[in-house]
């Protein structure tokens, strides 16, 4: 199976990497803005601080899960609005 990036679509197979089931070449990746594991223990740290003065917030790990699913429901939204307008758009033509 062929894959090409997902950002600029080249499909040169040796340039590919898959990074969560995405494919991403070697010029586009280090652009994705992935953390290191120092900046994550970071904000381990930070969230942990600030659960000592209010026990209510989450957790770093909670925080992640929860923007994911937030995440993954806007994206839903949208991509079912875009998918409505294209299927109107071969309707109304
Ligand atoms: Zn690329």
Redesign the pocket.
């Known amino acids: 199976m062929s894959k090409c990036?997902f950002?600029?679509g080249?499909s040169n197979t040796k340039e590919i990497s898959v990074v969560y089931g995405y494919a991403?070449?070697n010029?586009?990746k280090p652009h994705l803005g992935l953390y290191k594991d120092d900046t994550i223990r970071k904000a381990v740290k930070s969230y942990a601080r600030k659960r000592e003065l209010v026990p209510e917030n989450p957790t770093y790990k909670e925080d992640v899960d929860y923007r994911l699913k937030i995440l993954e429901e806007r994206y839903i939204k949208a991509r079912i609005k875009m998918l409505h307008i294209q299927a109107r758009l071969k309707e109304l033509a």
């Open positions: 990036c950002e600029c080249i991403v070449c010029a586009c």
